[in-house]
């Protein structure tokens, strides 16, 4: 199957884009590595913000608050006890937990081959022969994106930023910029288009290629 691709006009090329079988045509047996890629990348961008109050840190309660005997009642010495109603809260979230996930680089870009190649079988790749904005205008970039057939979320992928292609895309709701270097299964697997520059995919064959094993790995 022929990769879309298209002129930075967004005319339609006259020779199609190739695309390196060995990162876009992995064969993926199941989707275990790209669970875990995916919940790596949430993980390590959760911010720590839950925070409860212990029995130590609630206001009140210095003192008793009844007679130890004599009242019938149990016998309590603060109403910052857990048990009280606007009492401490026992094992909850301090704000220093570690939510962080460590996936190895291998294992992270056998994910990114796997994910681009799900990507590609689904004909959600189109390639561009070159995306520029001169005024950064909105408008333009979103005429573009239509005539290359973008309709919904769209990943587009640059060799690198400038200002003017940021101002073009930060307005449009529908639309991520990244660069090439920049990657992951995250913003893949939720993009149902992928815009890809031939200078980014060139990039990113390059990076994701398999390494060649040595002799002595062979043996």
């Known amino acids: ?10 005319a339609k090329a006259t020779t199609a884009a190739k695309l390196s079988k060995e990162v876009f045509s992995v064969e993926v047996n199941n989707h275990q590595l790209l669970k875990q890629a995916y919940e790596a990348y949430l993980a390590n961008g959760r911010d720590n913000l839950a925070v409860v109050k212990t029995r130590g840190l609630v206001s009140g309660g210095g003192r008793k608050p009844w007679k130890q005997k004599g009242t019938g009642r149990a016998r309590f010495g603060s109403t910052r006890n857990p048990i009280w109603r606007g009492g401490g809260i026992v094992f909850g979230p301090t ?23 799900l990507a590609n079988t689904s004909g959600k790749l189109i390639v561009l022969e070159k995306l520029t904005s001169k005024d950064g205008k909105t408008g333009e970039m979103a005429k573009l994106l239509s005539k290359v057939g973008v309709t919904r979320d769209a990943l587009v992928v640059v060799d690198a930023k400038n200002a003017e ?33 031939a200078d980014a995919l060139k990039i990113v064959e390059e990076w994701l290629k398999p390494v060649a094993k040595t002799t002595k790995e062979a043996k």
Request: hydrophobic letters at 45%; a positive charge.
């Open 165 to 197: 292609l940021v101002n073009a895309t930060a307005n449009l709701q529908n639309v991520i910029l990244v660069t090439a270097m920049y990657l992951n299964v995250f913003d893949i697997m939720n993009a149902d288009q992928i815009v890809i520059t």
């Open 1 to 10: 199957m022929a990769t879309p691709t298209f002129t930075g006009a967004g």
């Open 95 to 117: 704000g220093e937990e570690n939510y962080t996930k460590k996936i190895s680089t291998t294992s992270k870009r056998v994910a990114l081959r796997q994910a681009l190649s």
